[in-house]
């Protein structure tokens, strides 16, 4: 309307206007094109260097099963920790029968055995769907979409759960896929029964450093 006014009033059109409108243009379509592209990288769960080669990466995944689950026609199994020799020396892919070579009770509640697997060429096992994928990096609700000042969720990593970053429905259909059986209810309970070993160990240390104190 400015513009319009001033020519219809017969003076000439200012130049600094017409600039700043351009590099407005130019910025605003720059910065609407930037939010439409991570947008969609957020509802698919991908950056930008993870996109250009989704097509054909195929992802190798340890999925844990119960101990003394045997290899498969379409999959190999690892226990770990690795049982080792007096010397430090891993005896990986062997079968330790000597009993000053067999882990203690504390070891045997920390073995993990795992199934490593692959997926098809494609797929993507952190895939939560696009409500879910929207969730996990911007937040559960509409205050942290809006004024994103807390942490994003897929950077608050689990050590306990099944991974860093929680996994789609493709873990489910992985396990059902290579015929993977679900953990058995001793081996949960056995990481919970290690942790809290752990942590009486520590406040034992802790009441014993305090009495020491004391004493000096």
């Known amino acids: 309307m400015c513009v319009q006014s001033k020519s219809r009033d017969g003076f000439g059109v200012d130049g600094v206007a017409i600039g700043a409108l351009a590099v407005s243009a130019l910025f605003g379509l720059f910065s609407l094109t930037m939010t439409i592209t991570s947008a969609r990288y957020i509802l698919i769960n991908l950056t930008t260097v993870d996109y250009l080669k989704s097509k054909n990466v195929v992802h190798q995944l ?4 119960p101990r003394g689950t ?3 026609p379409n999959y190999h199994v690892i226990t770990y920790p690795l049982p080792t020799s007096p010397s430090g020396m ?3 892919g062997m079968t330790v029968t ?3 070579f067999a882990p203690s ?3 045997r509640l920390a073995t993990r055995t795992f199934a490593i697997v692959r997926t098809e060429m494609g797929e993507n096992p952190w895939d939560l769907g696009y409500y879910g994928n929207w969730k996990s990096v911007m937040g559960a ?3 942290d979409w809006l004024l994103p000042v807390n942490g994003s969720p897929c950077a608050r990593h689990d050590e306990a759960g099944e991974s860093f970053y929680e996994m789609g429905p493709l873990y489910g259909k992985l396990r059902e896929r290579f015929g993977l059986a679900g953990l058995r209810e001793g081996e949960e309970e056995g990481a919970v029964e290690m942790m809290q070993q ?3 160990r ?3 240390q802790q009441g014993g450093d305090g009495l020491v104190g004391k004493a000096l």
């Open 62 to 65: 340890a999925i844990r099963v």
């Open 70 to 72: 045997p290899p498969g």
């Open 90 to 92: 891993s005896l990986s």
């Open 98 to 100: 000597d009993e000053r």
């Open 105 to 107: 009770p504390r070891d």
């Open 141 to 143: 609700n509409v205050v």
């Open 198 to 200: 752990e942590r009486e």
């Open 202 to 204: 520590g406040e034992r």
